[in-house]
């Protein structure tokens, strides 16, 4: 059994930074420093701006499978980003039709057995209660990660370039 629970305390935090660099395709770093600021720049939005739209999935035994932490609105949130991912902003034109975001990670050992799907899934009800329009996720277009994406209904893309890399924009209207 896998159930959902909102928010994310500090508590969790440690499970979450070993899924996040279970995950991660950047694994060497000059420092713990230089290794705590990349976590950081990928989930201090997330836990300081809306907490409330942060989920965890656990399993019967109370570990944490995954989390998803979410973000209802895009535009603000390019403010943070702006500074810390340029690359944020290449899709800024698409954040009317697809206002909300999300950051997804599941433990190596829950991936296949439907985790990331229902935090996607609890996180879009969310989103519809709301009445929000639309969510997006941002990903290589070479990523695996995207017939994931695909199979939970993702199915606006767009890629565009920076700096000689791509990237590939996945929309889901709700």
């Not at 994310?8 to 899924?19: D, G, H, P, T, W």
């Not at 932490?69 to 991912?85: Q, T, W």
């Amino acid at each position: 059994m896998i159930r959902i629970q909102s928010g994310v305390n500090l508590s969790e935090m440690a499970a979450i930074k070993e899924i996040f660099f279970a995950s991660s395709t950047r694994q060497d770093f000059a420092s713990s420093e230089e290794r705590e600021q990349f976590f950081c720049n990928w989930t201090d939005y997330y836990t300081k701006q809306c907490p409330h739209d942060n989920l965890i999935a656990r399993d019967a035994n109370n570990h944490v499978l995954g989390y998803l932490m979410g973000c209802k609105d895009s535009v603000r949130a390019s403010l943070y980003y702006s500074e810390k991912n340029p690359s944020y902003s290449l899709f800024a034109d698409q954040f009317a039709d697809f206002p909300a975001h999300f950051h997804i990670n599941c433990h190596p050992e829950a991936r296949g057995i439907g985790v990331g799907s229902l935090l996607i899934s609890h996180f879009i009800q969310r989103l519809r209660k709301d009445k929000i329009a639309g969510v997006h996720i941002v990903t290589s277009p070479s990523a695996d990660n995207r017939f994931f994406y695909a199979k939970n209904k993702f199915d606006f893309q767009l890629i565009r370039e920076r700096k000689g890399h791509s990237f590939l924009f996945m929309g889901r209207k709700l």
